[in-house]
C-alpha cells in the first residue's frame, strides 16, 4: 500500500493550498480517508475524513476553511485549505482506514508552512 501525498509548501496567511494524496495497492472504496498533521511540539491531531460515499468529518479548527473530498475513479483524496492560518504550520499526513479500525496506513507527509 503506498499514500503518496503532495502540495504542502510555504504560503502567507490567507493563502490557500491544496494537498492530494494518491493511493494505490488497497481497495479504495473499503476504506476511509482523510488527513492528519502534527504540528511543532504538538501531538498528532485529526484533520478530516471522507467516506466512499461522500460522508465528511472535520475537526473544529479547520471547519468552514478546509474542504476534503475523493475521486473514487482514480484513488485520490484531496485537501483543499482556504484562508490558511499560522496556527496550521503542521506536517500533514495522509492516512486510509476501514471504517472498523482494523487495518490504518499513512502516507509520508507533507510540510505546509504558513508565514504570518
Known amino acids: 500500500v503506498q499514500l503518496q501525498a503532495s502540495g504542502g509548501g510555504l504560503v502567507q496567511a490567507g493563502d490557500s493550498l491544496r494537498l492530494s494524496c494518491a493511493a494505490s495497492?488497497?481497495?479504495?472504496?473499503?476504506?476511509?480517508m482523510g488527513w492528519f498533521r502534527r504540528a511543532p511540539g504538538k501531538e498528532r491531531e485529526f484533520v478530516g475524513g471522507?467516506?466512499?460515499?461522500?460522508?465528511?468529518n472535520y475537526a473544529n479548527s479547520v471547519k468552514g476553511r478546509f474542504t476534503i473530498s475523493r475521486d473514487n475513479a482514480k484513488n485520490v483524496v484531496y485537501l483543499q485549505m482556504n484562508s490558511l492560518k499560522p496556527e496550521d504550520t503542521a506536517v500533514y499526513y495522509c492516512?486510509?482506514?476501514?471504517?472498523?479500525?482494523?487495518?490504518?496506513?499513512w502516507g509520508q507527509g507533507t510540510q505546509v508552512t504558513v508565514s504570518s
Open positions: 495497492g488497497l481497495a479504495f472504496s473499503l476504506y476511509v
Open positions: 492516512s486510509a482506514w476501514t471504517s472498523r479500525g482494523e487495518d490504518r496506513y
Open positions: 471522507i467516506t466512499w460515499s461522500g460522508g465528511i
